[in-house]
């Protein structure tokens, strides 16, 4: 009998959510049903999702950042295809193979100067243990730094590297030596960069929880102090790269010169787990420095066919449907409407980002009832009331949004940047709409916020 997993899908499309709380992640499956995500998706396509009733669902967390060309592009699908129709030899492993190659030599195309060094994984954590790696071992040092509020993956090593006590607790102790610094805070900066035993500074030139922008000078103050102390300066371009600010770095805003930069998620075109670590050929080097130490660091499915095949549909089609620069002008529109809603809803804290990366903050009410209501719902857990938006997009927008990390009130949009006017309408007026509804506080807005405050209270 012929196995299909079209008819799999087909015949135990629905069961999922019981499988998950069976044999998976309980916890997340609970979380999704309570908050009324537990819908039962059956295709994906562009910027949209349909649902199972033939439902369409507008998504903005783009698979945390996977899907900067939209789901389904036909040129990814087309090189995966090819790649597998042509029985290409994949992963004979004591071979180099072409594709990446290739890839590696078009990524070079669009780095900084002098990065011109690659290194294949697959995930952001990998690339991310990869640069830490090469750090220490172009410099010889042990310690790393890292920013308050910074992601740079969730593996034990990266963990060391989390600006968030949420993701830490529970799994101590992690790296010593790794130590976060304030962001904009130059002094704090230069005080651990001078004890002259810090490999590397690494972080997100925007960061991914809580859209976090540094003041203009930072950055650039912070490269130069690492230079002038003999630290690696390593921009985390995993959630920020590939296009997703309005430059295909988000370091070239400041006209950073990052000695070492990762990338990760829609490299891999929304289909294959591929990262890349890409730096100078001397700090590469220092890592694989003699013959018998060309394999010291390796990954399994690092330079898969699939992978580099999808890695390079990707950047062809970013440079030809230009969609950098796409995202440069679709944000500055969204961000500039979102921002205009500001005057009108006392909630909007503040609206910030670049491109397409758009964090929305929400502070306390000043009216008597609404006051009333988010402090019931903060006391119960911090960062609520945000939540309480993500589940009206949802509930009456159809809009999949995410709070952009545990306990803050900020909304993170990571649109595909393939969206257009039409979504920005989209949008707009359904965020519009929410506040408006939380500005009543009989409104539906909080009408479900009992029964949510009483989980988090649970919890
Ligand atoms: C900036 C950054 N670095 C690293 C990672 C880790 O990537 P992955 O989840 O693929 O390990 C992420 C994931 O969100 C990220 O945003």
């Known amino acids: 009998m012929t196995w299909s997993v079209a008819e799999l899908i087909e015949k135990r499309s629905g069961e999922q959510y019981d499988l998950h709380r069976q044999y998976i992640n309980t916890s997340l499956a609970r979380v999704q049903t309570i ?12 910027a949209f999702l349909w649902d199972a009733a033939g439902n369409r669902y507008l998504d903005l967390l783009s698979g945390y950042g996977v899907f900067n060309l939209g789901r389904g592009h036909r040129v990814v699908k087309q090189a995966i295809q090819d790649v597998i129709a042509l029985d290409r030899p994949n992963l004979v492993k004591m071979d180099c193979p072409l594709l990446a190659g290739l890839l590696a030599e078009e990524l070079v195309r669009r780095m900084p100067p002098e990065l011109d060094a690659v290194f294949f994984a697959n995930s952001g954590a990998d690339a991310v243990d990869t640069a830490l790696k090469f750090a220490r071992a172009a410099t010889k ?231 009333t209501a988010w402090t019931a719902a903060e006391t119960a857990q911090k960062g609520l009331f945000a939540q309480f938006v993500v589940m009206a997009l949802m509930r009456e927008h159809h809009i999949l949004t995410q709070v952009s990390g545990p306990d803050v009130n900020i909304i993170k949009l990571l649109p595909p940047l393939i969206i257009g006017d039409e979504e ?26 009992a029964q949510l405050i009483k989980h988090a209270l649970e919890a």
């Open 424 to 449: 920005v309408e989209m949008i707009v007026s359904a965020f519009d709409a929410v506040m408006a509804e939380a500005q009543k506080v009989r409104g539906r807005v909080w009408g479900q916020s």
């Open 141 to 371: 040092r042990p310690r790393m730094l890292y920013l308050e509020h910074a992601f740079h993956g969730l593996t034990l090593s990266t963990l060391a590297l989390n600006g968030g006590n949420e993701f830490r607790k529970g799994f101590e102790p992690l790296m010593p030596g790794f130590d976060f610094v304030a962001m904009n805070d130059l002094a704090a900066l230069e005080k651990q960069l001078r004890q002259g035993d810090v490999a590397a500074f690494i972080l997100e030139s925007i960061q991914g929880k809580g859209v976090y922008i540094p003041a203009a000078s930072f950055l650039p103050e912070a490269q130069h102090l690492c230079r002038k102390y003999g630290a690696l300066f390593v921009c985390d371009e995993v959630q920020v790269g590939m296009g997703r600010t309005g430059r295909f770095l988000c370091c070239e805003h400041w006209g950073l010169e990052p000695d070492i930069v990762t990338l990760s998620k829609s490299l891999g075109g929304g289909y294959i787990p591929v990262s890349a670590t890409i730096t100078r050929r001397k700090i590469h080097d220092a890592t694989f420095s003699r013959l018998e130490r060309c394999q010291v660091h390796s990954t399994t499915f690092g330079q898969n066919e699939p992978a580099m095949a999808a890695g390079l549909a990707t950047l062809h089609v970013l440079e030809e449907e230009r969609l950098v620069e796409r995202a440069a002008t679709t944000g500055e529109n969204l961000l500039k409407r979102l921002a205009a809603l500001q005057e009108r809803y006392e909630m909007i804290a503040d609206v910030r980002g670049k491109g397409l990366m758009i964090g929305i903050e929400f502070k306390a009410p000043r009216s008597l009832g609404l006051r």
């Open 35 to 46: 908050i009324g995500f537990d819908r039962n998706y059956s295709r994906g396509e562009g």
